[in-house]
């Protein structure tokens, strides 16, 4: 076991011996070749049959970029890329302003929600830039211009950036900004095309102006049609996962681009951990105020995550190694009690401020998040040496 950091070398352990296997076992739907929105609080598979794009696209993105690293279980990638397919077949809506619907039912087929939504084609995209990387298929290649096309036509918007929804929701948000720049980031990877930092440019020049609070030094979440900052809009409400999320994108993104994006970084996660709850290991709360007062009395498995994440990227940037301590410590923290006293390769997803478990089911879309942070462990050797 690792001396340095056992913590987050058992955590990619556990993730790849036994949350990739279950998820790709118990997860996956064989008879319609597709994944499942959640597992039961007792690991079996949920029955409704509710599905929504960015889940199951969250998960083909999880099982192909596992293959390309070389820790994907066997079949994981042959089950990804059907359930590709399966979505595409059910969620695409290709008359009036095309793109692909917000979910579906995945035993009947049918549409459950059509709303074309920002959020779920960076989902999209992003499975697709790592089913191409996997597998050199040219068809995914066509996928990813067919469904940036569709994010320009039917999601374009006033004032910058894009549409919340094809029905062009208010408030406007940060995260579906967030997550397209993660996608347009992982496109720059795999195929290189100046086209993709062309929109990673924009939207980091859209966090630098819009979401960036430079007063107050914070990450805003909802914004006015004009991207005004108002309470009407919800603007005073704050998650501090999100800002941990941003300094590991922005970090990705100045290792890709050679941009600065001191100070930026630090004034997230400082906030972040300044608001955290907990003992001895800070953890996040879900919501708090733009004055570090907690909303929420919760605390979700996925910015715990994400704040493992922002830890590693400060540790590859400064260079201080206290960040992978702290890192380390917020990884045992999982193991004491999101992961304790569940079924293998699953989780308790929610708990509030005291420490009492909150969750009745086990989301797949917290896979997404665990895996994101061992992805970024596996390209890291030392840490596991």
Known sequence: ????????????????????????????????????????????????????????????????????????????????????????DRGWISVDRPGYARSFDRITGALVDPVRDLYDHACVLLALAWLFKATGRSLYQQHIENTLEAVDTTLAADFGGWAEDSEKTLPRRQNPHMHFFEACLALMDVTGETAHRKRSDALFALFETRFFDLRMRVLREYFGAAWEIDETSGSQRLEPGHMCEWVWLLRKYAAMTSVSVEPYCEDLLHFSITTGTGGHVRLLADEVTDQGDVLKKSRRLWPQAELIKAHIMQFDAKGNASHLRQADAVAAELFRTYFAETPTGTWRDCFDLEGRSLATIIPASSHYHLWTVVSEILLRPKIMS
């Open 1 to 88: 076991m690792n001396d340095g950091y056992p913590a987050l070398a058992r955590l990619v352990k556990w993730f790849v011996g036994d949350a990739l296997p279950r998820w790709v076992g118990s997860g996956y739907d064989d008879v319609q070749g597709q994944f499942l929105e959640c597992l039961a609080v007792d690991g079996l598979p949920e029955s409704s049959g509710l599905l929504r794009t960015r889940s199951a696209a969250r998960q083909i993105y999880v099982f192909a970029h596992a293959h390309a690293l070389g820790v994907g279980p066997l079949g994981g990638l042959e089950r990804a890329e059907r359930a590709f397919a399966n979505l595409h």
